[in-house]
């Protein structure tokens, strides 16, 4: 296929936060650019996969989950995801077949009143309902809003993304490649990094201590002895008992969130990793721009 033939746009992946936006960005690039975890808001900032094949290319825009905010994080968040919308060629609504319709998928859907993009309802982990199921979830969808295209999937598993990817080209128009067919995310490794780290977190820990930690990387340098990489990163909690949890009895909780973040690190960067982690306190450090902007989430910028 020449360059004239080949199609090139963007498509953002908006949906209530853990139905699954992630793993669908994931599936579709064929490995792992943006962390999962069954906790809600899991992604905080605005993650851009790029798909290159013979049919030109897809950017991918992984949008925090839409939400009422609780605390200035939360107001970012929401407005990466609303100015993700209004950027794009397509908006991919996905929504959760096993949970259902809820007052979270219609507030999303009020922020897509007006819009001129079309908006795809992608209806995710269809391999938990029963197939009958479908039509009546299609249909309670429907009646809120006049998709474009209703796609059901499993981005688990790859059922049917590649009947979404046909779609969604369909609605490209001919166009440059924004990035090298090679390029899969427009993240640096710092960024993939403390997204690694801050993955292991989520599994580990409960309640508020998850969305209460952000991670920084301190540094990155290459060891001549045994041609390992270094890596120092601060995990930053809100609280000191948050601290003591993080650390774990003995040191053990921060030294298996080491062992675990290790093996994802080695196999991105594609070498040996000396990891080092530290806790320390940041009080309330979600609600202070300053910090904010410190931690990579810079409210200026939306």
Do not use: C
């Amino acid at each position: 296929m020449n360059n004239e033939e080949q199609k090139s746009g963007f498509a953002a992946l908006v949906g209530r936060p853990n139905v699954g936006k992630s793993t669908l960005l994931n599936q579709v690039l064929g490995q792992k650019i943006a962390i999962m975890s069954d906790k809600p808001q899991t992604t905080r900032n605005r993650i851009q996969g790029v798909l290159t094949d013979e049919r030109g290319q897809i950017v991918f825009i992984d949008t925090p989950g839409i939400h009422k905010p609780k605390h200035r994080l939360g107001d970012f968040m929401t407005k990466l995801a609303q100015q993700a919308l209004r950027e794009v060629d397509v908006v991919l609504f996905l929504v959760d077949a096993k949970e259902g319709k809820g007052a979270g998928d219609e507030y999303i859907i009020r922020k897509l009143e007006n819009l001129e993009t079309p908006v795809f309802l992608v209806i995710n982990k269809i391999d938990e309902v029963h197939p009958e199921e479908l039509l009546s979830i299609i249909a309670g969808y429907k009646d809120l809003y006049p998709f474009a295209e209703v796609i059901p999937v499993s981005a688990l598993n790859g059922n049917n993304v590649e009947t979404l990817l046909e779609q969604v080209f369909k609605y490209l128009e001919p166009g440059p490649m924004y990035y090298p067919e090679d390029q899969v995310t427009d993240h640096p490794e710092r960024f993939l990094i403390s997204e690694m780290i801050r993955e292991k977190i989520l599994h580990m820990t409960e309640e508020e201590v998850p969305h209460s930690i952000a991670v920084e990387i301190e540094q990155i340098k290459r060891r001549k002895k045994g041609n390992k990489v270094y890596v120092a990163a601060v995990v930053i909690v809100e609280r000191k008992s948050q601290k003591g949890i993080i650390i774990g009895k003995q040191g053990a909780m921060i030294k298996e969130v080491g062992k675990q973040a290790r093996e994802d690190i080695k196999n991105l960067l594609g070498t040996d990793i000396f990891l080092e982690l530290f806790v320390k306190v940041e009080e309330d450090w979600r609600n202070k721009p300053r910090t904010l902007k410190e931690f990579g989430y810079n409210e200026d910028e939306y």
